[in-house]
């Protein structure tokens, strides 16, 4: 799975929790989830679970406690798939 | 288990308190009660000349039942957590049946999940006769204050 697929998966888990005043467009890789997408810490938490049913991984709490950024988030995630692999 | 040390750590006391007792605690739910005495205050004005026990009072008293006592016993088994802080972070929330003042009502709730600070319950309330009076989804964020 290439890059620009997971940052699109990732984009469609996000957008569910978007306030009603941002469009998906907002969501780039740079976005910072709590201070620019105005997602919660709970919804953060959704977006967690969502991700790993998606990606078929299990995130652990220093993975939760540096995702700061959508960056931070495919990072975690590519690791994550990568490791399942190997 | 000594199920009175979980309703101590509760951070509410009256006119906010809305557990008197838990019957049932451990990992996967907790099971308690409350009885709405007809002298709460707020009987006065919901509604006039018409006393009903408000909503969002059940709801209140489900998340204190269903979310903060079972998060006090996630977080630190039957000993309890002191200081725990908490936030309400979604509800939603179904109602089937008014509960009248002096009524008693049991809360049930099972766990959804607890991941990453996040409780997420299925709440129920049944009143004496053990009719459904209300039903829903709970989630709150967890904290102690250790751990900051």
């Known amino acids: 799975m290439g890059e620009e697929t997971k940052f699109h998966i990732l984009r ?25 997408l105005n997602i919660n810490s709970a919804h953060l938490v959704d977006i967690v679970l969502d991700v790993e049913d998606a990606f078929d991984i299990q995130l652990e ?4 406690d540096r995702m700061q950024t959508v960056n931070d988030a495919l990072d975690i995630i590519a690791k994550k798939v990568q490791a399942k692999l190997t | ?9 509760l951070p509410y ?33 919901h509604f006039k000349d018409n006393p009903v026990t408000p909503g969002v009072i059940l709801t209140e008293c489900c998340a204190q039942i269903g ?11 039957s000993k309890g957590t002191p200081n725990l802080k908490i936030g309400l972070s979604s509800s939603q929330m179904e109602y089937y049946k008014p509960v009248m ?3 008693k009502v ?19 309330m049944y009143d004496s006769k053990e ?15 250790v751990d900051e």
């Open chain 2, 1 to 9: 288990m000594n199920t009175d040390l979980i309703v101590d750590q």
């Open chain 2, 101 to 103: 003042p002096g009524e």
């Open chain 2, 67 to 77: 979310l903060v006592c079972l998060g006090i016993f996630l977080l630190n088994g």
């Open chain 1, 12 to 36: 469609d888990i996000i957008k569910v929790y978007l306030p009603e005043d941002l469009s998906v467009d907002a969501i780039v890789p740079t976005s910072n989830f709590l201070d620019e």
């Open chain 2, 106 to 124: 049991k809360v049930v709730s099972k766990k959804i999940y607890y991941r990453f600070h996040k409780l997420k319950c299925d709440v129920r």
């Open chain 2, 131 to 145: 009719s459904l009076v209300c039903k829903g989804i709970l989630a709150g964020m967890l904290k102690r204050d």
């Open chain 1, 61 to 64: 709490n220093e993975d939760m």
């Open chain 2, 13 to 45: 006391v009256a006119p906010f308190l809305f557990v008197d007792t838990v019957e049932r605690i451990d990992d996967m739910g907790v099971e308690g009660n409350f009885t709405f005495r007809k002298e709460l205050d707020f009987y006065r004005g």
